[in-house]
């Protein structure tokens, strides 16, 4: 059982993201946006992030680049789950300490998988 942060603005895709890894077996904490999610992880920890790359107030990418200040999120994996498919989105979300890229709408197995990969 690992200890997620799962972050995006949508209630309702919050709701399914958490709904799935508590599925799973994880500990799942919600953020709305990416200053909601910072905030947290100022004093928290977790295993693995999951985000959202388009919200209001601090998208993914400038998340995971303030999480990899962080000293306790420098290796602490961390997935974009997003609408997102452009080559170029993907590079710049690698560039700044993305682990992986899930697409929306995701399988619920493959989001477990892929979670149960970055944290072997």
Not at 15 to 28: C, F, I, N, P, Q
Not at 45 to 73: C, F, K, Q
């Amino acid at each position: 059982m690992a200890k997620i942060l799962a972050v995006d603005d949508s209630p309702s895709m919050r709701k399914l993201v958490s709904m799935t890894l508590r599925h799973g077996g994880h500990d799942v904490i919600t953020a709305d946006d990416g200053v909601d999610a910072l905030e947290f992880a100022k004093n928290e920890s977790v295993n693995i992030v999951v985000t959202d790359l388009h919200m209001p107030n601090m998208n993914g990418i400038a998340l995971v680049r303030e999480l990899r200040n962080l000293e306790h999120y420098k290796y602490i994996p961390i997935l974009f789950l997003t609408t997102e498919t452009s080559i170029e989105m993907k590079k710049e979300g690698k560039s700044v300490g993305a682990t992986g890229w899930i697409v929306k709408p995701f399988n619920s197995e493959k989001l477990l998988e892929t979670v149960a990969k970055v944290l072997a």
